[in-house]
């Protein structure tokens, strides 16, 4: 078990540019996570998946931002039209399913790192 | 609303001295509460965490109590070494409605000096 992968681990873009972020969880874990992190702030929620169903999606930033995770495994987030103000790192993580008392520990991939121009 | 408050940072210690990383949360219902950790360069890490009232984390050294007295799971270390370095983050994963996203506090920067 190699983790949480992300790719790439980093972009450059020019405003305007649609980009895809593609994360890869660990294999057993049927939830996954999208997290924005930004200089100085912590993570900040975006949205996350039980399998192949997106189980909140109202925490992303604007209707450019969308997320997939059509087989239940690896999970892509795509930013359309990126603007200035979107730069950041993107952070993924997962997690086993959430027992009825919750706190089920989240592991973190290594992030990609976004900077629009 | 959930929300985390942690200390501004950044915190500067000598070796082996003693640290306390301030957190206090509000949630509806209970929550879970982990602290984080980010080394230079790398991803967050799960550092400690605690699931209910009274529970003590503890890793490498580390310790923190849930108080939900006071809503507080403040971080502490005996003796911090260099290694300690990093940014430190806590944060809750509510319980009441399923819906377990983790809300994470704003960081706090830790730098131990040899």
């Known amino acids: 078990d190699t983790g949480v992968s992300q790719d790439p681990r980093h972009k450059i873009t020019k405003r305007g540019q649609n980009v895809t972020f593609r994360c890869d969880p660990i294999s057993e874990h049927n939830r996954l996570y999208w997290y924005r992190q930004t200089l100085g702030q912590g993570p900040e929620f975006l949205t996350y998946f039980q399998n192949e169903a997106q189980l909140e999606k109202s925490r992303l930033l604007s209707d450019r931002f969308s997320a997939e995770r059509p087989k239940g495994s690896f999970s892509t987030l795509e930013i359309q039209r990126t603007e200035q103000g979107d730069s950041a790192m993107y952070l993924c993580a997962s997690s086993p399913d959430q027992g009825l008392t919750g706190g089920e520990t989240q592991y973190f991939g290594p992030g990609t790192r976004l900077l629009v121009l | 609303g959930n929300s985390v408050t942690q200390m501004e940072g950044p915190v500067t210690l000598s070796e082996e001295a003693f640290l306390t990383i301030n957190c206090t949360y509000t949630?509806?219902?209970?929550?879970?509460l982990f602290w984080y950790v980010q080394y230079p360069g790398e991803g967050l890490q799960l550092l400690l965490k605690a699931t209910k009232a009274d529970d003590k984390g503890s890793n490498k050294g580390f310790e923190a109590t849930y108080r939900k007295e006071t809503t507080s799971f403040h971080l502490e270390k005996g003796s911090v070494q260099v290694s300690d370095s990093a940014v430190y983050f806590c944060?809750?994963?509510?319980?009441?409605?399923?819906?377990?996203?983790?809300?994470f506090g704003k960081g706090t920067r830790l730098s131990v000096i040899a």
């Open positions: 944060a809750l994963s509510p319980h009441s409605s399923g819906n377990t996203p983790l809300v």
């Open positions: 949630a509806t219902g209970y929550p879970s």
